[in-house]
């Protein structure tokens, strides 16, 4: 089993900016992909960002540019640095990790406000 503790969510005007961590635990061997997620109220889950343990990452149009990920190998930990918020960047934010090529963990997810 693996955990993700999430941490770094918070209230921000709009503009602003917030930083993610996830710290990965337990077995985690064998986990390549992590990533962020979010869900706003009413709407699905989605892709923020995901990276590679080598460094590769993707992003979602939405936030290309404000947003960047990155990654910590030796911690087991991924960030989420979110730069120029807006108000529809509300949501709950949520870490993932890909294990081998089937096996998914979810963070318990931390609530991001932006106020405009």
């Known amino acids: 089993q693996v955990q993700l503790v999430e941490s770094g969510g918070g209230l921000v005007q709009a503009g602003g900016s917030l930083r993610l961590s996830c710290a990965a635990s337990?077995?985690?061997?064998?986990?390549?992909?992590m990533g962020w997620y979010r869900q706003a109220p009413g709407k699905q889950r989605e892709l923020v960002a995901v990276?590679?343990?080598?460094?590769?990452?993707n992003y979602a149009d939405s936030v290309k540019g404000r947003f960047t990920i990155s990654r910590d190998n030796a911690k087991n930990t991924v960030y989420l640095q979110m730069n120029s918020l807006k108000s529809e960047d509300t949501a709950v934010y949520y870490c993932n990790a890909l294990q081998g090529r089937f096996t998914e963990y979810w963070g318990q997810g931390t609530q991001v406000t932006v106020s405009s």
């Open positions: 337990g077995s985690i061997f064998g986990i390549n992909v």
């Open positions: 990276i590679t343990k080598g460094g590769s990452t």
